[in-house]
T-cell receptor, first 114, second 108 residues
Framework: NAGVTQTPKFQVLKTGQSMTLQCAQD?????MYWYRQDPGMGLRLIYY???????DKGEVPNGYNVSRLNKREFSLRLESAAPSQTSVYFC?????????????FGPGTRLLVL | RKEVEQDPGPFNVPEGATVAFNCTYS??????FFWYRQDCRKEPKLLMS???SGNEDGRFTAQLNRASQYISLLIRDSKLSDSATYLC?????????FGSGTRLLVRP
């Protein structure tokens, strides 16, 4: 079991470029999440998907879009990157009860926007 | 005021020491509480859930005080490998709120 995988591990973008962060889990979990982590701050929820076919905004959704492609995969897209989106992005999954169960995190994507 | 507050530390302790962290939360309706551990440049991993009655896992003990709205984590007989950032996590309004973490450094 690989758990939660994320690609890419690192990315440098110029302001205005777009990119998609990929996330996949092999634990047959229903719920998936995207967070960002900035220095001195806790993880902040960008979007989540309670189950296949549904997505909802989290605390900081502006500038991002998501797609729950299937039960395994949940992607995060930056349409027009801004320096304020420089961060470490973590994808996570949990079995079923959204926000009440252990979340398993991927290794993260470090994004630098110039 | 942040919904979950932690002392950022660092707590610098010798091997074998006992160290305790506290975390306060603002939503009295919160039901789920966790401690996660995050190593430098790695992802957070669950250390333990926190139950109303308190719970222990080896050298780690977690306590919940609902009246005062705080959670504690006690680490006994600290090991070098315990050096990490410890994140307090609380559910609030149907999402998890992560504290910014308390950094622990265990020295030889």
């Amino acid at each position: 079991n690989a758990g939660v995988t994320q690609t890419p591990k690192f990315q440098v973008l110029k302001t205005g470029q777009s990119m998609t962060l990929q996330c996949a889990q092999d634990m047959n979990h229903n719920s998936m999440y995207w967070y960002r982590q900035d220095p001195g701050m806790g993880l902040r929820l960008i979007y989540y998907s309670a189950s296949e076919g549904t997505t909802d905004k989290g605390e900081v959704p502006n500038g991002y879009n998501v797609s729950r492609l299937n039960k395994r995969e949940f992607s995060l897209r930056l349409e027009s990157a801004a320096p304020s989106q420089t961060s470490v992005y973590f994808c996570a999954s949990s079995e079923s009860r959204v926000f009440q169960e252990t979340q398993y995190f991927g290794p993260g994507t470090r994004l630098l926007v110039l | 005021r942040k919904e979950v507050e932690q002392d950022p530390g660092p707590f610098n302790v010798p091997e074998g020491a006992t160290v305790a962290f506290n975390c306060t939360y603002s939503n009295s309706a919160s039901q789920s509480f966790f401690w996660y551990r995050q190593d430098c440049r790695k992802e957070p991993k669950l250390l333990m859930s926190v139950y109303s009655s308190g719970n222990e896992d080896g050298r780690f003990t977690a306590q919940l005080n609902r009246a005062s709205q705080y959670i504690s984590l006690l680490i006994r007989d600290s090991k070098l490998s315990d050096s990490a950032t410890y994140l307090c996590v609380v559910d609030s309004s149907y999402k998890l709120i992560f504290g910014s973490g308390t950094r622990l450094l265990v020295r030889p």
